[in-house]
């Protein structure tokens, strides 16, 4: 990478807030042209990708099962022959800290446009989501970006994050995470809240918005948490094969948290803000619940 620039983590995402065609996709349709326009301040590296549809109370992501698509470069040149199957492109949809690796990454400049087409051979879908991960690269000094101090010694350290009483419906904005004083954080990874129906109620759509102290966010919307992060235990389950049979993900959890690159380095006493947003929808949440999260990476002690 040219050394002249700065490397700032980034999610892209492609939903119904980008294109109201994908809040409900039906059984065999085609959609072709949507668009996702790149930011103008800073060019993109398109490094993994996931898709997501919004859960029901059935808590499964089956209906992705039939999902195929083809999606472009920066100049328009798709990079698919034809349409494929998302099952047979990536683990569980790159869902649970599984994104799909892009190797190399793909370089879009700014306000370059991403053109995905879509056909659903499948059963119909409801709030089609799909992320672009990667970073975007900025002049030396252009955004903050704090980072090692020459001399330094690190600790493996994991920060839990609670969250009180979030409703069935709610958007939190610019919650405050504070680093302690003692020494800096790195943040490389996180681990998410186990997505659970007990009793009638049910924490499943749940997204976050990361952004650094001056209010610069980390995507361009709402990432649910099981995109961003890993979760320690997950209930939901995805098909296999083409008949399909429908398993718990495996291998996921805290020996595969959600990975930031890059890293994020907060100094100390210093901040991150987030958004919270809690939609269950046809899940049939019926009460406000607690929960904690964890941001997991390393303290860093200057020498």
């Not at 800096?184 to 809240?193: K, N, T």
Request: aromatic content about 12%; overall charge positive.
């Amino acid at each position: 990478m040219i050394p002249a620039l700065q490397q700032r983590h980034y999610d892209y995402v492609l939903g119904p807030n980008q294109d109201a065609r994908l809040h409900a996709v039906a059984a065999g349709a085609v959609i072709t042209g949507l668009f996702l326009e790149m930011d103008s301040d800073a060019p993109f590296v398109l490094t993994g990708r996931a898709v997501r549809h919004a859960y029901t109370s059935a808590l499964t992501q089956t209906n992705l099962r039939g999902l195929k698509t083809k999606w472009t470069g920066p100049t328009r040149d798709y990079r698919h022959q034809g349409f494929i199957l998302e099952s047979l492109q990536m683990a569980y949809y790159g869902q649970f800290g599984n994104p799909k690796p892009i190797v190399p990454g793909i370089l879009y400049p700014p306000r370059s446009v991403l053109i995905l087409d879509l056909k659903n051979t499948g059963s119909a879908i409801t709030d089609l989501s799909f992320y672009f991960r990667g970073f975007k690269l900025f002049p030396q000094g252009a955004v903050p970006a704090y980072t090692y101090p020459r001399k330094f010694a690190s600790q493996t350290f994991a920060y839990p994050v609670p969250v009180s009483q979030l409703g069935v419906s709610e958007i939190r904005l610019n919650q405050i995470f504070t680093c302690k004083q003692d020494a800096d954080f790195v943040l490389r990874a996180g681990q998410g809240i186990t997505i659970s129906s007990v009793g009638g109620r049910t924490l499943a759509e749940v997204a976050i918005r990361l952004k650094d102290h001056q209010k610069n966010p980390y995507s361009n919307d709402f990432v649910p948490f099981d995109i961003l992060f890993g979760t320690g235990s997950f209930p939901a389950v995805v098909p296999v094969g083409p008949t399909p049979s429908f398993v718990t993900p495996f291998g996921t959890g805290p020996n595969q948290p959600g990975l930031f690159y890059p890293e994020i380095y907060v100094p100390m006493n210093h901040q991150l803000l987030y958004d919270l947003q809690r939609a269950d929808g046809s899940g049939g949440s019926n009460v406000a619940e607690n929960f904690t999260f964890n941001f997991i990476g390393g303290k860093v002690f200057q020498k």
